[in-house]
């Protein structure tokens, strides 16, 4: 590694290593590797860093305090911000304004970033694991036959699972789903689904057989009586639910289906059309999960719950036909985005807006006078 001609002779190392890092910023890197899609900042600039031999965090560092980070970054690595927002979110995020943020947040998780398929980043000369933006719902790297754990934050969280087509075919359901519907919605439908999974597989309730031979497929790829290899419980179980919790997905997003949540008998579960859709679904003639305080009949008592919060904010604003617009448009349960809020108004307390009237009606019940 060559000293900057200008850089700083210092005692401190630290120093040294930032007062390089400082030099470097101005102009471009020795070395430059394209960012692989969905990448973190900071993993793209980690990589960077190995690549030019220099010191962990370096340029990271020295990076993440400026204002005008996006624009050295374009400096540094040669490539337009245009070109770096394709690849990265959170450029994307800063050239979008300030509520952009969201944007990342609504399709990533929002706490922390996660892996990526490792091969499909070999293929853009990283070398090492990358850490990722990528959007929850994909879980299955199609090409690379790859499980990609979406709950941790370990980079190299990839599972082969050649072994399991069904798994595979789930995630070109799932896409075909991400194609039609907003991605709002599709983290909604899917964590509701992931949820009711996880409730079912933990109380054994139904599905065990199913199950047990998944992990069979997954962790005995030699076959039966042959040795398990090692992985993670955890991220076994969310491949082996993987199947059904699309197909609850795909229930929760069609509004036929909500319909006929919100407008069934709420006692038995047994005996709903509902849950009957979900066993021909499911190829379980006989599926009943059964009990009354199962997470899935709380599922359907939420959309109960709203369709009579919204049928009652109807009638309070039947002459209020702005309202009832805007009531039909944000809080119709039954509607395709009743995920969507009312943009915010100028004033939203204001109460002559009719973004207030409608909110007063839906969620207190009473109309504004
Ligand atoms: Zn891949």
Known sequence: ????????????????????????????????????????????????EIINHMGNGALSQSFRRRGDWVDRLAKLTGRSQALLALALPEVADVQTGPHAQRRVRSLARPDHARPYCQRCAASKQATQPVSSWLPVAYRVCIQHRTWIDWTT??????TEISTLPEVIHAQRRLNRLISRYPSAAINKALGDADDIMHYWSDRASWGEELRQDRYNRLWRPAGPGSSWSVGSANVGRHIANFPETVTLTGIFLSSVWRQEAALSEPTSLGKNTFVAELGRRFAMPRFAPGRARDHLAKWIESRQHEYHRYARARRLLCSDHEAVAQLDQYYDPLRHDWWTEPPLGPSPNDRDSTRWRVRY???DGYAAS
């Open 153 to 158: 934050w370990q980079k190299t969280s990839n």
């Open 361 to 363: 009606a839906y969620y």
């Open 1 to 48: 590694m060559t000293t900057p001609p200008n850089a700083q002779p210092t005692g401190d190392p630290t120093q040294a290593e930032a007062a390089k890092a400082e030099t470097i910023l101005q102009r471009s890197l020795p070395v430059v590797l394209p960012p692989v899609r969905y990448e973190t900042v900071d993993s793209y600039l980690g990589r960077l």
